[in-house]
């Protein structure tokens, strides 16, 4: 019976590992951008905004942001349809150290207004 506890919890370990870290992002540091959605994946164990911000300069540079799981953000009013290409969008993100356009998303607004929660909000 030992034997087989100790085989299950290994297998919960290995299991728990194999989730990435969010160590990449500057997490708590709130910047945010304006642009167009170009995908929506709603995906697990992760969603995924793409979205096309314009420069200054006529250019545009595509942004990927990694946000929360499906089922995280199904119950906080979420689905596979809140967002859809060509959708303009105001997001909130937590930026990647490295300074490559993308981090996780906080917070999105739609050009309608509505504004979506993707993490809980801190008291204070």
């Not at 969603?47 to 199904?74: A, C, Y």
Request: net charge positive; with cysteine.
């Amino acid at each position: 019976m030992s034997a087989l506890l100790c085989a299950a919890s290994l297998a919960l370990v290995g299991t728990a590992s194999a989730h990435h870290s969010t160590a990449m992002f500057e997490w708590g540091k709130e910047v945010s951008l304006n642009g167009t959605i170009k995908e929506y994946q709603w995906t697990q164990p992760h969603t995924f905004l793409w979205v096309v911000v314009e420069k200054g300069n006529g250019t545009t540079q595509e942004w990927g942001l990694e946000g929360m799981s499906p089922s995280w953000l199904g119950r906080r009013g979420w689905s596979r349809h809140s967002f859809k290409a060509g959708d303009k969008v105001s997001v909130v993100y937590y930026p990647l150290k490295d300074h490559r356009p993308g981090g996780f998303y906080v917070r999105v607004k739609g050009s309608d207004g509505k504004l979506m929660e993707a993490l809980p909000q801190r008291g204070g």
